[in-house]
């Protein structure tokens, strides 16, 4: 594998030629941009969870060569572990620091009009909803995380570098990602929610669970954070994810760190309810994707008990999540890397976009607040296309 080191602004100009380039797969954080290019090795069919350490450590090591020690694989893990994960250890890897604001060039170009399909439709949504609460009311289930699509057609074709331009200009401190998933299909995203990362012996993890819009004007976003740490609802959701977390995370970890209150972080669309987990590993073999693989599916993107609410998000949401709410990321054979959550992410193919969001129901949770949170995330990508489009009509 070559790596190779360029500036923020080359790295830039890549994304912008990605129709030309083979078998992208980009992924950055605060601190560093990734872009895998080619396929040296690949794993592209289902891994129990179970197994994803050792086959995907097994692939890191057939990699290895005299000149590259310590390859680097990137990769997506699905919701459920019978679908296809996606693993690729690239011919090359372009490492830069952070995009600037000032690199990113978003093409003015109109990607609409759109034709609209509802997976389910609000009121369906909301039955759905409903249901859960009853579930809730009568037997075990705690927490279900349940989620809609929006797909949009459009004649046009749609660029997957257009959109992840986008998202990088509107949301830059999310962990932006664009992959091919084989075939014409890309999955593109913003997501606020580190899973899981591991820097030599430190591992850091930052849990979400509770959020509102987030409003324009800071003083009503000041009183919208303070309902955050004030409601029994989103204050019992956030603690059902962090206690979890902590229980798995507990197992590998010395000097674990989870803080007693959550605090609030805040997107271009939404707020959270956040908490940084921190520790220092008890045992340097364990790698970052072990750490991923047991975390996975947390109660933050499926529910609590996980396989009652994993059993009822199957026989309610009328489409297969695929990568929506499976984990994103990298690491290197020596077990350092970063795996976030794929939320506030769409799948993009030449002619159609879906954008998919979900919401965690627990008792007290109001069917018509749900439909609206879930419109709401949708905005991380939504936003993105109506500024491309507002850009083409000359009123942005």
Sequence with gaps: MLRKTVGSSEM??????WAELESPFYFSSEAVSLLGLGCKRQIHHPVAFA?????????????KTRSEDNPVVMGIIPFNENQPCHFVVPNELRISSTLRYQDLHVEDRFLGPWREEYLPIPSAYGDAVNLALQ?????????????????????????PSQILMGLLKQNPDSYSFCANT???????????????????QQVTANPLAGSRKRHQCDNENQKLSRSLLETDKDLREHALVVD?????????????????????????????????????LSNSDIGALQL????HPTPAICGEPKDIAREFIGQSEPFER?????????MDSRGNGEWVVVIRSALVSPHALTVFAGAGIVPGSVAQEEIEETANKMGT????LEQLNAVEQGIA
């Design 322 to 330: 695929g990568f929506f709410t499976g984990v994103i990321g990298w």
């Design 244 to 280: 979890a977390m902590a229980s798995v995370l507990q197992k590998h970890c010395k000097n674990l760190h989870v803080p007693m209150m959550p605090s609030v972080i805040s997107t271009p669309a939404m707020l959270h309810l956040s908490t940084l987990i921190e520790g220092t």
């Design 182 to 200: 084989g075939g014409q299909e890309f999955l593109v995203g913003a997501s606020p929610e580190l899973l899981v990362a591991r820097k030599g």
């Design 135 to 159: 579930e809730m009311d009568s037997g075990p289930l705690k927490k279900v995380v349940l989620s809609r699509a929006l797909k949009l057609h459009s004649e046009k074709s749609i660029s």
């Design 292 to 295: 991923a693989s047991e975390l």
């Design 51 to 63: 197994q994803l350490t050792e086959t995907v450590q097994t692939l890191l090591e057939q990699s």
């Design 12 to 17: 830039a100009r890549s994304i912008q030629c």
């Design 381 to 384: 990508i939504l936003n993105v």
